[in-house]
């Protein structure tokens, strides 16, 4: 005979049920970065629902973006929030500059129902070596300026700001490579330990970025298998700890230099970490799949590294291809996505952690420019000007997949012109004047994309780069790819 329950047990059921949904959505979770340096954006709306079906809870923005905070406005995901480095020294000497920020990129968007802002990232690796001390000495009044226009406007308990670093802060002496040597650099050691003290004055976490890719990118003889993370045969050995992996010793070098500096347990967010699909010869999706899969496993498990354990907060670099990111630190910088530039995902992973092979749910609804492509004219017969004019190409587009190593790379010349053609044609939107080059160019309806080079159509959703990311970011990427592209010339 049934039985049947009470009418409390049912209501207590339902809380019980309502509470162990709340407890498994609100998890530390997997975070990611949504960098916009593209020619082409897809609608924000339609991304914020893609990370929503994949349960993506943490996202890093790179600035301030109306488009994309609107899109969040309900999402209930939980948002890192930067400004600029171009914006650090106004920051720095106008503390209405910072309440004014604040006001309109946070307080107005932090309501019931509004969006979940969590952190402002001030800067994004300010004493990163390359910029030559450019923002050395505005990054800490930085942060201390726009904390207290936080702390004003009754935020601060609720929103922290914090600084994300480049690895490159901290090291161990060659004398001694491992972790448990490491220090801050001594050039910024004291302005580090001056920002690391405001932090933990505020109750704000120490962020940093690491990229296991690029210590085998920059070393020839750097063990392949020991920036993954299954095993190696070459283990590092720091006293009574064993390290397999460079991620962590990479962050526990970190654990040491705070330790070092007197804060032993400050709670450190890895504001990046990745693997690119592209753009150099361990760029591939094999590898990023296998990276991506073995951290996430890694982190999400709660075994920590060897010198701090828990469950370790991180944001994957990053969510889709960039193709107008500056390219001066390698071809790879346009390809770290998790997802094609329009929003198709390059691979399965499982963001559980669980090493399941599960598909990613892709960006729906977008639109794309009509299925042609701009390719080298076969009835061409005057070559005098095709270096040229593929040059032209690439340095107001992007050929990064041409270079050594990369998914083009075995084209043959004819094949690299239409491919320089095609991305200018493309990343110009198609218009038919960027389609010729002279004569020696035409638009075809043929697909001449291979197995290994896929020739892309643009998405018909796109705003001018010039108009919002400015001029001199702009130049930088012309600069850069107008390099990459000399070289493959040589």
Known sequence: MAQTRAPEYDHFLVLFLVFAMFVVSSGDGVGVNWGTMSTHHLP???????????????LKLFEADKKILDALVGSDIEVMLAIPNYMLLEMSEDPGAAASWVYANVSSYFYTGGVNIKYVAVGN????RTYNNTYRYITLPALKNIQQALNDAGLGSKVKATVPFNADIYNSPESNPVPSAGDFRDEVKDLTIGIIQFLHLNNAPFTVNIYPFLSLYGNDYFPVDFAFFE???????????????????????LVWSLDKA?????????GEVGWPTDGDKNANIENAKKFSQGLLKHVLSGAGTPARKGTIDVYLFSLLDENAKSI????????WGIFEYDGKPKYELDLSGKMKNKGLAPVEGVAYMPRRWCVLNPHADDFEELPDSIDYACSLSDCT??????????????????YAFNMYYQMNSQESWNCDFSGLAMVT???PSDDHCQFPVMIAHGYSLLLRGGILDTLLAVVGQCIVFALLLC
């Open 44 to 58: 924000a709306d339609n991304v914020v629902q893609m990370l929503r079906e994949n349960r993506f809870n943490k």
């Open 125 to 128: 690796e300010p004493f990163l």
């Open 231 to 253: 095993g190696t045969n070459k283990p590092i050995r720091d006293g009574s700890l064993l390290y397999t992996n460079v991620f962590d010793a990479n962050f526990d070098t």
């Open 262 to 270: 007197g804060y032993p347990d400050m709670h450190i967010i890895v």
């Open 328 to 335: 001066a630190p390698g071809n790879f910088e346009r390809h």
């Open 401 to 418: 997949a041409l270079g050594y190593g990369s998914s083009c790379n075995h084209l043959t010349v004819e094949g690299n012109a239409s």
């Open 445 to 447: 309806d043929e697909d």
